[in-house]
């Protein structure tokens, strides 16, 4: 057979193909999960193969649904954050030691926006701790700080001076 009369035949194939699935995209979407579901494998490598040829495409197809869908978003992120809380914890700890002033920055500007909120969190680590232990409750440790004024005075001035002959080793070891 001709080459030319076989590409006109899948060319012609592929057209009716198109105005088919254009007109029952219900039952276009069916056998696509239907093989999907069959080839997983398949599936996974045609997205990835498609992704990397039209990764300007992907990106403006992606970011498009994202803007449509920000409900389907946060309930994709609420899901995983509550299927993989150790991953979030992990995340956070990580980016926390990575970005202290950032995430300083954040807190005190939280810490100002909501004095209620910040204080009831306070609160109730307090009461967590208290959970824990009850001998370190904050009233018992206020109590004792005003009670033991001095020893205070002397426990806060002994952190400071270690704190200040950390800082002078810090800056001896520092070329």
């Known amino acids: 057979m001709n080459q030319t009369t076989e590409d006109q035949k899948r060319e012609r194939n592929r057209i009716a193909c198109a105005k088919w ?25 045609s997205v990835a193969a498609w992704r990397k040829a039209n990764l300007e495409k992907a990106k403006a197809a992606t970011a498009a649904w ?24 992990e995340w956070g700890k990580t980016y926390r030691q990575r970005h202290p002033e950032k995430v300083k920055a954040w807190t005190n500007k939280w810490r100002e926006e909501n004095p209620e909120r910040y204080r009831e969190t306070r609160n109730a680590a307090g009461r967590r701790r208290y959970a824990k232990d009850p001998s370190k409750s904050i009233a018992k440790a206020s109590a004792w700080a005003k009670a033991n004024v001095e020893a ?22 520092t070329p």
């Open 152 to 173: 205070n005075r002397a426990k806060a001035l002994k952190s400071w001076h270690k704190k200040q002959a950390e800082k002078k080793a810090a800056q001896l070891l």
């Open 66 to 89: 994202n803007k449509a869908n920000p409900e389907a978003i946060r309930a994709a992120v609420k899901r995983f954050r509550e299927k993989h809380p150790e991953k979030i914890a």
């Open 21 to 45: 699935r254009a007109a029952n995209p219900e039952k276009s979407r069916a056998f696509g999960a239907k093989w999907r579901a069959k080839n997983p494998e398949k599936s996974r490598a």
